[in-house]
């Protein structure tokens, strides 16, 4: 499988990332399965959908699954299941003939009849609430899970910018397998930062890898962030 242009991430990678529990990221894009008390056997649970690099002998995510899942967060802490979410993704995919439908930005307009459609067929009326207006569903799809989101004009992600009003960080698959890298530069922020722990000096740092001052100081700030 050809890994250009698709981006690569560790589980625990994306966990910081995403601020969503390795554990829980695993569960949603590997599938899982549970026992029924008093049963002998497990009954096998589906992904939220078919991983980028499910068919690699790859144990990680993809550029988009990363976006996709910051999603899914935002619905799980508003206390919408997981077989609704998996249902509104498989209806947004078809609807949008998208392969990744939450990150679109057709979904902040179209997604919450989507998901009523949903819920309505899993049963989860108390949910309806949480959508029966335009204004309730943007509660849960704020608009700071786009900003930062650079899009194609097939409405795909192409990269993103992981901190809030600022472009000095970047994830681009394009680039070192979408690692985080500073803009100026382009040169990965955890190989900046290794360099600054080992000689504590920013100017040192920015002569080394012949990036601005400016940018070491941005992959300091970004990786201190991640390790918080």
């Known amino acids: ?3 250009t242009g ?12 995403t601020g969503v529990p390795a554990r829980d990221l695993r569960r949603w894009l590997d599938g899982y399965a549970y026992r029924r008390k008093g049963d002998r056997g497990t009954v096998p649970v589906r992904p939220l959908w ?6 690699a002998e790859i144990d990680g995510i993809s550029f988009h699954d990363l976006l996709e899942v910051r999603f899914v967060r935002a619905f799980r802490q508003h206390g919408v299941s997981l077989q609704t979410i998996r249902l509104a993704s498989e209806k947004a995919r078809q609807q949008f ?5 939450f990150t679109s930005r057709r979904f902040q307009t179209d997604g919450r009849t989507i998901f009523a459609s949903a819920v309505h067929e899993t049963g989860e009326i108390e949910l309806l609430d949480l959508i029966k207006g335009q204004y309730a569903f943007q509660k849960i799809i704020e608009p700071s899970l786009y900003q930062g989101i650079d899009f194609g004009p097939d409405d795909t992600a192409l990269r993103w910018y992981p901190s809030p009003g600022n472009t000095a960080v970047v994830l681009d698959p394009q680039i070192a397998f979408g690692k985080p890298i500073v803009t100026e530069g382009q040169v990965r922020t955890s190989i900046l930062y290794a360099s600054y722990l080992a000689e504590n000096d920013r100017h040192f740092v920015a002569n080394l890898h012949e990036v601005p001052l400016s940018a070491v100081g941005a992959a300091i700030d970004f990786e201190e962030r991640l390790a918080a």
Do not use: N
Not at 6 to 17: D, M, P, R
């Open 1 to 3: 499988m050809d890994l």
């Open 97 to 101: 003939s998208l392969p990744y439908p």
């Open 50 to 55: 078919e991983p980028e690099l499910s068919r």
């Open 6 to 17: 698709i981006g690569l991430y560790t589980f625990q990678e994306a966990s910081k990332l």
